[in-house]
């Protein structure tokens, strides 16, 4: 079944540390953003990648990073984390002009 | 710049009654139009879109959207909301000639009353 899968769902980790948030599709997209989103709160895009070795700065600045060696995976690394990093991280692909399909998010806190 | 602006952050109706909830775009290029829920503690899941062909669309969970465009608008209708339909919605538009990327509402809070 085609589908957009995100690792870990929940993620408790001191300041400081080094941490990466995967994000796996298996729909063939081109396509892959990352998306920062506050509870309650409208998503903000930090990250896009129109397909491998493709990687785009988005609308939110953010300290992470992000990597497109396969099709099927767009990890997002943080390499030092802080509170101010506390969020839910939202996954999504598309093909080109069409709608986004999200995976089902991580949600980051940073003590 | 595109933008899209849904009007109200949070909508409470009771369980059985209609609902209404407003979105408004601007753009003066083709556009398609998509419409997301978001339940607690989930990613997003579409409703339904608009990309070309008859302006009212139906999708999931019984949800329809009117595309205008004099009115640049998009609003999403539910004739009857149960409390299954509590939760979050985005209303998004993708712009031709911006590599389509999504523009996104701020999201609208639909809670139901018993």
């Known amino acids: 079944e085609a589908d957009i899968y995100q690792t870990p769902r929940y993620l408790v980790i001191g300041t400081g540390k080094k941490i990466t948030l995967e994000c796996s599709q298996t729909?063939?997209?081109?396509?892959m953003y990352w998306y920062q989103q506050d509870p309650g709160m409208e998503l903000h895009l930090i990250h896009y990648?129109?397909?491998?070795?493709?990687?785009e700065k988005g609308d939110l600045s953010s300290e992470s990073t992000v990597s497109r060696i396969r099709t099927e995976h767009f990890p997002l690394t943080l390499e030092s984390a802080r509170p101010s990093h506390t969020s839910q991280y939202l996954c999504?692909?598309?093909?080109?002009?069409?709608?986004?399909?999200f995976g089902p998010g991580t949600r980051l806190t940073v003590l | 710049a595109q933008s899209v602006t849904q009007l109200d952050s949070q909508v409470p109706v009771f369980e059985e009654a209609p609902v209404e909830l407003r979105c408004n775009y601007s753009s003066s290029v083709s556009v398609y139009l998509f419409w997301y829920v978001q339940y607690p503690n989930q990613g997003l899941q579409l409703l339904l879109k608009?990309?070309?062909?008859s302006t009212l669309v139906k999708g999931i969970n019984g949800f329809e959207a009117e595309f205008n465009k004099s009115q640049t608008s998009f609003h999403l209708r539910k004739p009857s909301v149960h409390i299954s339909d509590t939760a979050e919605y985005f209303c998004a538009v993708s712009v031709a000639g911006s590599n389509y990327q999504l523009i996104w509402g701020a999201g609208t809070k639909l809670i139901i009353k018993p």
């Open positions: 608009y990309l070309s062909g």
């Open positions: 729909m063939g997209h081109d396509k």
């Open positions: 990648s129109y397909g491998v070795n493709s990687t």
């Open positions: 999504a692909s598309s093909v080109y002009g069409n709608e986004q399909f």
